[in-house]
Every structure is written in C-alpha cells, then in structure tokens.
C-alpha cells in the first residue's frame, strides 16, 4: 500500500504541479516499492509501474482495450464543465458536430482494438514502410541543416522554438503531402488537438481552441483525401485516401482520425525526443566528444535518451473482464494507467536505472514507444530525425552548454507527455 506522502506527490504529478511533472521519477520509484499497482483517488483509474506487470497489459489484447489511451473522460473534469459551457454557445454549434463525427468513430489506430486496429494498421503500414523513409533521408538531412544554417552563426539558440518543432513538424507536413508554408497553422492544430491529453482540466478558452482547430483540420485535410481520391501522390494522405484490406476502404472518420495521429504523433513526440538529447549533449560532461569520436555510439545514445526520459510517459487501457495482474484484481471496467516512463527505470530491468549512459547494453528494451499491438508505427522516422539531427549537431556545433540564468525548466502543462517548454543553450561553431 502506498504511503499518505507517495500519494500526495502523485495527486501532485496529476494536477500537474511543476515539481512533480518536472521530475516524476522518485514518485514511479515509491509507487514500484510501495504499491506497483495501485488505486489513484484522484485520478479514478489504477496505476502500473513495474516493467513485468505493463509488458503483460500490453500483450494481452483479450483482457485489456485499448478504447481509451489517454484516459477515462470524468464528468466533473474541467474538460466536461468547458464543453457543458461551450456547448451553450450558440457560436459553437458547427464545431461540435464535427466533435460529435468523430466521437462517434473513434476507435483508430491509437484507441483501437483487434481485429479493428490489425485491419487499420495493415491498411497504412505502407506509408512508413522502410524504403520510402530510406528515401526521405536526404530531405530530413536538408532540412535539418537549413534549420542549423539558421542558428550557428549566433552561438547560442532557444532549441525548442528554433530548432526541435521545425525540424519534425517539416518532415510529418513532407510525408503526409502537404504544403510546408502552412505550419504555423499545422502546429497551432496540432497544440491544440494533444491539449485533453494529460490535462483533465483545461480552461474554456483552451477547449474552445480544441473544438476549432479539429473542424479546421478535418475540412482541410478531408479536402485533401478527395483530391488524393482522384489523383494519388507519393505520400501519406494518397495511402490513406486509397487504402483497402479486404477489398474495403477505410471510411472518412478513420481516415481522418489517422492523419490526426500522424500530424500530432509526428511532431510532438520527436520534439520532446530531440530536446531531451540537447539536455543531455548540455550537461552530460565528455558526451558530446565520445559521440563524436565514436558515431556508432549515437543510435544507442538515442535509445537511452527514449528510456531515460519517454516522450510519452504512459497510457491507459481498460479491463474487458474481471482479471488480476501481479496481486491485484481487477474488475471489467477498470482503467489502469500504464506509466512506460517508470517501467523504464524500473531497476529489475535496467540496472543503475537513473543513471543515463550511452553504454547501455539493453538501452532499446526501453517502453517509449510501447510494446505488442500498438508499437508507435512512427518508430522508425522518430529515430531517423533524432539520428540526422544529432549527427549535424556534433558535426556542426561544440562545447555545448546550457545558458546560465536562461533556462527555467518548466514543463508543458501534462502529466501524460514530458517536454521542456524551453531550452536555452550556447555552443561554438565548428
């Protein structure tokens, strides 16, 4: 059972408090010791921390779904009260027939279960099959150096801003089709729509933001499926607009839905992803220079940057039926909160597990991606950047130091996803 004190820091964790979010790992490791899997008051739902017992959730598609991986919806959340509110609005009436659409139709990819998702995710595997990733290496090594052009000469930079949104949200605007002068409007769609997710209790504004920029993505890019109907290009929008398993087409809803995933997948996590390892390139003394002297180091360095801090801490999934994991039952209907980020340090696994360490023999058994049925199917292109961007990096920049008085470390406004908000550093061309 855990400690009054272990579930106060984790209500704290929830109600996203900047010291909690900002280092949630003492919490994962009281949890571990105190109660692997234990009830949270606040959060209404059960919590995983052990390695052992999320690889077992993970694999077992008859017991848990998959319905709700960002968490139950609770009515008396500030997401409810905001849309009870908004929906008063005449204004707002458009809008919320197309969060309706979607409600109705949203067991895609992320949030479904077999045989639904094999048959989604066979019908775009495609769109990240090797080979056309292999042949967009080229594009990601230009547009990583333009973005580098951009900032080495000033010896300093706002890496967040500068550098760790353009490069994937390029890349993802690239690969799905479209035009790269609207990412603005892209990453402004893609805030917005992640914003529910880690944060139960956003303000009226920012859930009047969610419901806008949903209806403007999908009247952009359900125009796009049409065209790509018609006329079918080399990208991500033509394999969804066409794909068939079966011989049946997905329908509008879940192709939407999946350009969704895609858009804000592509970008937001990759971002965290490219952030944490600057951090670590910052304030790891020697690293920089092993790397540099040794570039087969670097895939691995990646690998422990995913492990030692995942862009997506955990997701949930619900019991289908009474069941017990470890010692703990379950009853159907239960959610559990699967928190990869401390299965990822949990010392049965990894040794010296809060420790970072490029050397790290078994760094990829990491839980960043997830595991099973819904392994991240934009695994692949997120290691590609992160390969790219560091290797520019190292090339390009030395003696890599964060800015004193500069950086405040704070956190997005989440306890689901892990990102600086910003991150000041300086560097010396080389």
Not at 46 to 68: A, N, P, Q
Not at 221 to 229: A, E, I, V, Y
Not at 304 to 331: C, I, N, Y
């Amino acid at each position: 059972m855990a400690t009054k004190e272990t579930e106060q820091r984790l209500t704290a964790l929830i109600d996203r408090e900047q010291d909690a979010i900002g280092c949630p790992y003492p919490i994962f490791s009281a949890l571990r010791d105190e109660s692997p899997i234990h009830f949270s008051d606040k959060l209404g739902t059960w919590v995983c921390t052990k390695y052992e017992d999320i690889m077992e959730i993970l694999h077992d598609t008859d017991r848990f779904s998959s319905l709700m991986p960002t968490g139950p919806r609770d009515g008396r959340s500030g997401f409810a009260t905001a849309m009870e509110e908004l929906a008063a609005d005449p204004s707002m009436a458009e809008y919320f027939q197309t969060f309706l659409a979607n409600a109705a139709n949203a067991a895609v990819l992320l949030n479904a279960d077999p045989p639904e998702h094999r048959r989604q995710r066979k019908a775009v595997n495609r769109a990240f099959r090797p080979s056309r990733l292999r042949g967009m290496e080229p594009m990601i090594e230009e547009v990583t150096a333009k973005l580098l052009d951009e900032i080495i000469d000033k010896g300093e930079s706002e890496f967040v801003a500068e550098f760790a949104v353009g490069l994937p949200m390029t890349i993802i605007a690239v690969a799905l089709g479209v035009e790269t002068d609207n990412l603005a409007t892209f990453k402004k769609w893609s805030d917005d729509l992640v914003m529910p997710v880690g944060n139960p209790d956003p303000t009226t504004e920012k859930v009047r933001d969610y419901l806008i920029s949903l209806s403007e993505f999908n009247e952009f890019f359900g125009n796009l499926l049409q065209l790509r109907r018609e006329e079918a290009q080399e990208d991500i929008i033509s394999d969804v607009a066409n794909a068939e398993v079966n011989d049946e087409m997905l329908n509008e809803a879940e192709m939407l839905s999946m350009l969704q995933q895609f858009l804000v997948a592509g970008n937001e996590t990759t971002t965290k992803l490219l952030t944490n390892l600057m951090h670590h390139l910052a304030v790891e003394d020697g690293l920089e220079e092993r790397l540099r002297d040794d570039a087969s180091l670097i895939d691995n360095f990646i690998e422990e940057g995913l492990r030692f801090e995942a862009p997506v801490g955990g997701l949930f999934r619900m019991a289908k039926q009474d069941t017990t994991v470890g010692e703990t039952e379950l009853r159907e209907g239960d959610h559990i909160w699967l928190i990869f980020a401390a299965a990822n340090r949990d010392p049965e696994m990894f040794s010296q597990p809060d420790t970072f360490s490029v050397d790290r023999e078994n760094a990829r058994d990491h839980l960043a991606f997830g595991h099973g049925e819904h392994f991240c199917i934009g695994a692949m292109l997120a290691r590609l950047e992160a390969r790219i961007a560091v290797e520019q990096i190292l090339e390009r920049m030395k003696n890599i130091r964060l800015i004193e008085g500069r950086n405040k470390f704070e956190y997005e406004d989440t306890f689901v996803l892990r990102g600086l908000k910003e991150l000041h550093i300086a560097f010396d061309a080389r």
